[in-house]
């Protein structure tokens, strides 16, 4: 059976992914940079789904050591979920979390996914998969830095998979809205638009089963941000969004 690699595996998002991928009989590598912390996520997808299951450091944004991480592991899909974000108003005033956010949210993720893509592309197979956001769909003050690393992203994995596919390389972003995870848990989110975890995984698993290209994990967000983007510029930029 196949091994699926879970960057990020700490966050809600990336357990639950794990979970069902495991579920489903894949093998299971999870990484984050506090491995240690993943020692009963590891456990209980071994107890519950008879898989391998075995857990890594990784950090998104120490460049130098993403390919020996990578061609020590191999895995057949790499599924990238790490992110951060923070208050808009504190990043736009503070460069320091601007800069983390940059360079977690798209300069890591090109890190290692441009070794997992040569990787694939010499074997002829492979699957990436980039959980970005709807906040990367069009440039909005309260999404500033944000939904600019995400735009960068989502723009990445478009140009990644233009590059890929004639090698057999499937790439597929993800694109979530509004999520009840420990990253937003003091948000106020308006549940109708709003997924689980769970929720997210079903979709990514489907997705990636389906061979999709982009995917919107509740499918109206694909038309809220399409009415957002269509808005005309003289407009849009008076707007509170």
């Not at 990238?80 to 503070?94: K, L, R």
């Not at 478009?158 to 999520?179: E, S």
Request: hydrophobic residues 40%; proline residues 3%; positive net charge.
């Amino acid at each position: 059976m196949e091994t699926v690699l879970v960057l990020g595996a700490t966050s809600d998002i990336g357990i639950a992914i794990a979970r069902k991928f495991a579920a489903a009989g894949y093998n299971i590598q999870l990484a984050a940079r506090k491995p240690e912390q993943l020692d009963a996520v590891k456990s209980d997808i071994e107890i519950r789904s008879g898989v391998s299951c075995s857990t890594h450091a990784f950090d998104a944004v120490k460049y130098d050591s993403h390919a020996a991480f990578f061609n020590g592991i191999k895995p057949d899909i790499t599924i990238a979920v790490f992110g951060t974000m923070y208050e808009e108003e504190d990043a736009f005033n503070d460069w320091s979390l601007a800069e983390t956010m940059i360079n977690t949210n798209y300069t890591g993720a090109v890190s290692i996914l441009n070794i997992a893509a040569r990787h694939y592309t010499t074997q002829q197979r492979g699957t990436i998969i980039g959980i970005s956001s709807v906040a990367g769909d069009r440039g909005r003050a309260s999404k500033l830095v944000y939904g600019s690393s995400k735009a960068a992203f989502s723009a990445y994995l478009a140009g990644l998979r233009n590059k890929c596919f004639k090698d057999n390389v499937h790439v597929m972003t993800v694109k979530p809205g509004f999520v009840y995870t420990r990253m937003t848990e003091n948000l106020k989110l308006p549940a109708p638009l709003t997924s689980t975890p769970d929720e997210v995984a079903t979709i990514v698993y489907n997705g990636f089963k389906a061979g999709k290209n982009t995917i919107y994990v509740k499918w109206f967000w694909r038309y809220i941000m399409l009415i957002i983007k269509n808005i005309p510029e003289f407009q849009f930029k008076k707007m509170k969004l």
